[in-house]
């Protein structure tokens, strides 16, 4: 059988993992990456939690290669996305408010000493 290139990746924060290499046509997914070596320098990756993707595509474990694939493995998320939102958001309509009350203390101080005149 035909051998075809593929990488494999993973990245924390502050650094990222990624291996160039060959494999049998017709590969499936979990089994390049367990050829790649990966699970056992990197021992927080649990294919049972961690999600896959090709390109950024996710994937089934089960799913076949092709030549020049590259398979990311993604890590959990810390905090829900939504709720960063959510959360951003509301710090936004807080920061709008007491700029609205401070454009409003200022154009009445403005006002307040052309009433004394």
Known sequence: MAQINIEI??????????KNFQVEEGTMVQSAILQSGILQQFTDIDLRENKVGIFS???????????????????????????????????????????????????KTKQEPQNEQ
């Not at 709720?83 to 203390?105: L, Y």
Request: hydrophobic letters at 30%; proline letters at 7%.
């Open 9 to 18: 990746a993973y990245a924390y924060p502050e650094r990222y993992y990624l």
């Open 57 to 107: 595509r996710p994937v089934k474990l089960t799913d076949q290669l092709k030549d020049g694939d590259r398979i990311e493995i993604y890590r959990p998320l810390l905090a829900d996305p939504k709720e960063i939102r959510r959360k951003r958001a509301e710090q936004q309509q807080k920061e709008a408010k007491i700029q609205k009350e401070a454009e409003k203390a200022a154009k």
